[in-house]
């Protein structure tokens, strides 16, 4: 449905025909690690993100999943070499 509380026209899947079903019954702005991201949209009242009704929990533990300005690099583990094997090998 059509959004009529924060974010007055856009698509959202948490309004019904009784209000927002989001639990304090309204979306909450953007936090600052948001800043960046292509999911974030300005509205009359203010930046909200596209995707989560409350982006300040997706940042509680660490980096937010839907972020799209982060990239994550896979670390490449150092594997430890047993020198007895390694001079069994030769």
Not at 19 to 33: K, T
Not at 56 to 77: D, E, F, I, R, Y
Request: with cysteine; aromatic share 4%; charged share 25%.
């Amino acid at each position: 449905m059509i959004c009529t509380t924060v974010r007055e026209g856009d698509d959202c899947v948490l309004m019904t025909a009784k209000g927002c079903g989001y639990n304090e019954g309204h979306c909450l702005p953007i936090v600052d690690e948001c800043n960046g991201c292509q999911r974030c949209a300005e509205f009359k009242t203010g930046n909200y993100c596209a995707s989560a009704p409350d982006p300040s929990l997706k940042w509680k533990n660490g980096n937010c999943n839907l972020a799209t300005h982060v990239k994550t690099v896979a670390a490449s583990k150092k594997q430890k070499i047993n020198p007895i094997k390694a001079s069994k090998r030769r």
